[in-house]
Each structure stands twice: as C-alpha cells, then as structure tokens.
Nanobody
Framework: VQLVESGGGLVQPGASLRLSCAASGFTFSVYVMSWYRQAPGKERELVARISSGGGSTYYADSVKGRFTISRDNAKNTVYLQMNTLKPEDTAVYYC?????????WGQGTQVTVSS
C-alpha cells in the first residue's frame, strides 16, 4: 500500500497550489479519502474529506470556500486545490485513505505560505 503526496512548496500569500496523492496497493474507489495537515507545535487536523464515489465532501471551516477536494478513481488519485493561501495554511499536508477495516497514510508534503 502506498499513498504518495506531491505538489507542495513555498508560495506567497494569495497564491494557489494543487496537491496530488497517488494511491496504489488497495482498491482506491471504495475508500473515503481525506487531506489532513499538521503545523509545527499543533495537532494534526482534518482539512477536507471526499466520499468513495466523490459525491460528498466535507471541509474544515478554516478552508471552506478556498480549498477544493476532488478525486479521479480511474487514476487512483485524490487532489486538493488550494486557493488564496494564507500564512496559517503552512503545514505538512497528509493524504489519508480509510474504510471500516483499514487506515492508510502518506508521508506528507510541506506547504509553506510566506512573503
């Protein structure tokens, strides 16, 4: 099982980034996929979640209206489009796959928002 995040980087406030998480080794299409983040000295928090079929999404209040989660089950990939980034969005972003039996995590990708 692998979850490989990519797309992080250093950007200025107001910029956009698109994170990707490529999954392998399990049946991606039956898993709920989520993005979490963890800032230095803080607990890991849920950013966004998408249902297995993609028809239902959830967003943390702090990112609602700025971030969009999506998935492509044909490509076994989940995305996080992040717009109007703020310094407080700086964190390591983790991809998560979960069903009733399993809970998988990626290694994380760093997002830094700074002028």
């Amino acid at each position: 099982v692998q979850l490989v995040e990519s797309g992080g980087g250093l950007v200025q406030p107001g910029a956009s980034l698109r994170l990707s998480c490529a999954a392998s080794g399990f049946t991606f299409s039956v898993y709920v996929m989520s993005w979490y983040r963890q800032a230095p000295g803080k607990e890991r928090e849920l950013v966004a979640r998408i249902s297995s079929g993609g028809g239902s999404t959830y967003y943390a209040d702090s990112v609602k209206g700025r971030f969009t989660i999506s998935r492509d089950n044909a490509k076994n990939t989940v995305y996080l489009q992040m717009n109007t980034l703020k310094p407080e969005d700086t964190a390591v972003y983790y991809c998560n796959a979960r069903n009733r039996l399993n809970d998988y995590w990626g290694q994380g990708t760093q997002v830094t928002v700074s002028s």
